[in-house]
């Protein structure tokens, strides 16, 4: 499967990012993301597409007994057990769809930034369905449907190089939608609000919070992040299994 997080070009550009330098607190969505959070004292937790495990590490802190995080990326997983490593947390090269998702397994299941790599959203949603215990909490962020509409997922920007608009378009095309992010060449995933919504209904999920991502004030000043109030770039969804 392709991945570009295994590309050496891509890969040094994400580490460029804010939120890969500084984690957590420099990630314009992690207030409203974590507000979300159970609390994880003793519970089991799983990450889909954990990337550096920042999420993975939280949940060790927030005393999860067993925290698993899986990603397709060789490189990225190697970078988690540098950065985020915990004696209650286990990393492993692992695609999100290919994940065996134990029956009854985890209490809490995150997915931060991955869900838009994956066709078959509604797929993942029902193995999530069977791996987390009665009970048991679905909290993920994917990139929002008005964000990964247009074929090209840029803004249309003035002579002089300002944003001016975002465009939706094919908005109701569900597929892969050939994008530059970080300078690269990336594949995403476009999914419809009712795809990811009524995926989790018909999956037996009860919804319990959809947020739509808005950077705070004090990381305002990061370039480009004033541009991120003008579009929804990030849906947050948090849902219980009955
Ligand atoms: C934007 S990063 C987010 C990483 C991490 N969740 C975070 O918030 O810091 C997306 C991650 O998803 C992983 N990924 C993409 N497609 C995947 C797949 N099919 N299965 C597992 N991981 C995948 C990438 O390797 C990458 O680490």
């Given at each position: 499967?392709?991945?570009e997080?295994?590309?050496?070009?891509?890969?040094?550009?994400?580490?460029k990012?804010?939120?890969?330098?500084d984690?957590?607190?420099?990630?314009?969505e992690w207030?409203?993301?974590?507000?979300l959070?159970?609390?994880?004292l003793?519970k089991t937790?799983?990450?889909?597409?954990?990337?550096?495990?920042?999420?993975?590490?939280?949940?060790?802190?927030e005393?999860?007994?067993?925290?698993?995080?899986?990603d397709?990326s060789e490189?990225?997983?190697?970078e988690?057990?540098?950065?985020?490593?915990g004696?209650?947390?286990?990393?492993?090269?692992?695609?999100?769809?290919e994940?065996?998702?134990?029956?009854?397994?985890?209490?809490c299941v995150?997915?931060?930034l991955?869900?838009?790599y994956?066709?078959?959203i509604?797929?993942?949603?029902?193995?999530?369905?069977?791996?987390?215990k009665p009970?048991?909490?679905?909290?993920?962020n994917?990139?929002?449907?008005?964000?990964?509409?247009?074929?090209?997922?840029?803004?249309i920007?003035s002579?002089?190089?300002?944003?001016?608009?975002?465009?939706?378009?094919?908005?109701?095309?569900?597929?892969?939608?050939?994008?530059?992010?970080?300078g690269?060449d990336v594949?995403k995933?476009?999914h419809?609000l009712?795809?990811?919504?009524?995926?989790?209904?018909?999956n037996?999920?009860e919804?319990?919070?959809?947020?739509?991502a808005?950077?705070?004030?004090?990381m305002?000043?990061?370039?480009?992040?004033?541009?991120e109030?003008?579009?929804?770039?990030?849906?947050?969804v948090k849902a219980?299994?009955?």
């Amino acid at each position: 499967m392709n991945n570009e997080y295994e590309n050496d070009i891509f890969f040094e550009e994400y580490a460029k990012m804010s939120r890969s330098r500084d984690g957590l607190k420099s990630a314009g969505e992690w207030r409203q993301l974590k507000s979300l959070f159970p609390p994880l004292l003793g519970k089991t937790v799983l990450d889909l597409g954990c990337g550096y495990g920042w999420h993975c590490k939280f949940a060790a802190e927030e005393g999860a007994a067993q925290v698993l995080g899986i990603d397709l990326s060789e490189k990225m997983i190697k970078e988690a057990k540098k950065r985020n490593t915990g004696n209650s947390i286990e990393y492993r090269v692992c695609g999100i769809e290919e994940y065996e998702y134990p029956q009854n397994m985890w209490d809490c299941v995150i997915s931060n930034l991955a869900l838009h790599y994956i066709e078959h959203i509604e797929k993942i949603f029902q193995k999530v369905h069977e791996t987390l215990k009665p009970g048991g909490i679905f909290i993920f962020n994917i990139e929002h449907p008005v964000f990964t509409a247009g074929v090209k997922q840029d803004w249309i920007y003035s002579e002089t190089g300002k944003p001016q608009y975002w465009p939706v378009d094919d908005y109701f095309v569900p597929g892969a939608r050939n994008t530059r992010f970080l300078g690269c060449d990336v594949v995403k995933q476009h999914h419809t609000l009712t795809q990811i919504l009524m995926g989790l209904l018909n999956n037996g999920f009860e919804l319990k919070a959809v947020e739509e991502a808005e950077p705070p004030e004090e990381m305002m000043s990061i370039p480009g992040m004033k541009d991120e109030l003008r579009r929804p770039m990030m849906l947050l969804v948090k849902a219980n299994k009955n």
